[in-house]
């Protein structure tokens, strides 16, 4: 391992021996996640049901290592040196005290139960969506939001028990931090899609989206881009999935995917593969430059959604969907798949910005995508209190989407049932897609007060890449799960969560006159 002969970070003596005592728990999950990565690349098809009884006895059996009695008592030993401990270690006590909580107090049986009900759920789902047909999912989704609502319970809250699930995703959110978000993002973001709208400048659908491009030249592209962005392939990989993602199988092994998604039956509009690559490269990096003295202990991933999302949009959006980088691509596109040479960087750079009200959140641009996500977050809570049934749904979120973006579902399938997080048991989740792009935004407003202004930076290409790399690294991605998400925030950027530098970028991008 090259972690040179720098001093370790996790050096308190019980601490040292918590982290070995533990170890077996990280074995079992990086057996897990390359068992999960297989799973949505290369494995068979028929292998999926024995597959999904070995990750389920090897999330049982890390349970119990993770609650054992050896575990659980150097823990507490830790706990009461806390005043001893640097902030490595303090991290380290305080991510497995947080695991351990919450392994305790779920019942085994709920967890069971839970993972049982959402296995049939997801599949109902699946063909709920193909058929378009709410009704068929209705009873399942009635039975999530029961046990959701239970999770609660054992979790324990203050206030609204949908702070027990925000926790759960994002360690210390709260309905206070969420509605603030929204109470300030959501009518300035209208304002901008107006805006757009009338000026003009951005385009609502282009051409390019229409051209059939060669797969190969475009993974090739996609290759030489990640060179670009430095991306160290001794420590990483690219593949194909159906829906892309990240994995961090460890310290040295991380891996993103991407698509390649056809259009009647020809691979078209590049740009959702090429985004694809830079917002899960955003994941990687954060991954990759975690400090490598922090590898196989509690605190080696970053563990915050919202966090995560925020160093992904970063790249994908900011950095990603800029004149400058589109400028700095051109030459990469232009001499693989070739259909981008008879455009300038100008329109390539319309075509990468389209924005128009859709219906689908997945293929949401910047300016509306919080409006997606705040419909669902406005569901969710209501579902959790009670105050709205399951069986509303569908129109309630068709007059919803109508109201905030003037676009009405015709079925099913483009409305309520669209994604997949509700038929996984994930009640409040999508929030942290928002927080991400506040917190992106945020990000940006600080780098630039320390390196100047990220346009000079991009144009800089790979050097100028590289400074950014660097500020991040030393900003966010190396403490791993070290530091709460907030102060991870705060420490970043001086401030708590503010959402007025995502309106203000919005408005510098979007708001030409
Ligand atoms: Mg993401």
Not at 96 to 103: K, V, Y
């Amino acid at each position: 391992m090259n972690v040179g002969d720098r001093e370790p970070l996790i050096r308190d003596p019980v601490v040292v021996k918590l982290v070995e005592v533990w170890r077996p728990v990280w074995a079992l999950s990086y057996a897990s996640s390359l068992l999960g990565w297989d799973a949505r690349t290369y494995m068979p098809r028929k292998a999926a049901p024995e597959r999904g009884v070995a990750r389920a006895e090897l999330s049982v059996l890390s349970r119990r290592l993770l609650l054992s009695r050896e575990v659980k008592a150097l823990l507490e030993v830790a706990e009461k040196r806390v005043e001893l401990l640097n902030l490595y270690e303090a991290g380290v006590v305080r991510v497995l005290r947080r695991e351990i909580d919450i392994s305790e107090k779920l019942p085994e049986d709920f967890v069971y139960n839970f993972n049982k009900l959402v296995e049939e759920a997801a599949s109902v789902w699946e063909q709920a969506k193909a058929k378009s047909d709410f009704k068929m999912f209705q009873p399942y989704l009635e039975k999530i939001v029961e046990m959701a609502r239970k999770e609660a319970e054992y979790l324990g809250y203050e206030g609204h028990p949908y702070n027990a699930l925000l926790d759960l995703y994002e360690e210390g959110l709260r309905i206070d931090d969420v509605d603030n978000m929204f109470n300030t993002i959501i009518p300035e973001s209208k304002k901008v899609l107006e805006k757009v709208l009338s000026e003009g400048y951005y385009p609502q659908k282009h051409e390019l989206e229409r051209r059939e491009y060669d797969k190969e030249k475009m993974r090739e592209a996609n290759v030489k881009i990640l060179n670009l962005l430095g991306y160290p392939w001794e420590r990483a990989r690219m593949d194909v999935s159906a829906h892309p993602f990240t994995t961090k199988i460890g310290m040295y092994d991380v891996r993103i995917t991407t698509w390649y998604p056809e259009i009647d039956g020809a691979p078209r509009d590049f740009k959702r593969s090429l985004y694809a690559v830079i917002h899960e490269f955003g994941h990687a990096l954060y991954e990759l430059q975690v400090d490598e003295r922090l590898a196989m202990t509690p605190v080696a991933s970053a563990n915050s959604l919202g966090i995560h999302e925020s160093q992904s949009r970063f790249w994908e959006n900011i950095v990603g969907r800029s004149m400058e980088f589109t400028g700095l691509i051109k030459p990469i596109l232009d001499e693989t798949i070739g259909i981008t040479k008879e455009y300038t960087v100008e329109e390539l750079y319309k075509y990468f910005n389209i924005v128009t009200p859709s219906l689908i959140r997945v293929e949401a641009d910047e300016v509306t995508y919080n409006m997606h996500i705040y419909l669902r977050y406005v569901i969710e809570k209501k579902l959790i209190e009670g105050s709205l049934s399951v069986s509303e749904l569908p129109q309630v979120w068709n007059d919803m989407m109508e109201e905030l973006l003037g676009v009405r579902p015709k079925n099913d399938r483009e409305g309520v049932l669209q994604d997949v997080h509700w038929s996984l048991g994930s009640i409040g989740y999508f929030p942290t897609y928002s927080l991400g792009n506040v917190v992106s935004a945020q990000v940006k407003a600080a780098l630039e007060k320390d390196l100047g202004e990220l346009p000079d930076l991009i144009s800089r290409g790979e050097e100028g890449i590289v400074e950014i790399k660097n500020w991040l690294r030393e900003k966010i991605h190396k403490y791993g799960s070290t530091l709460k998400p907030r102060d991870i925030v705060k420490r970043a950027t001086g401030e708590e969560y503010n959402p007025k530098y995502f309106v203000e970028y919005l408005y510098k991008k979007y708001v030409r006159r």
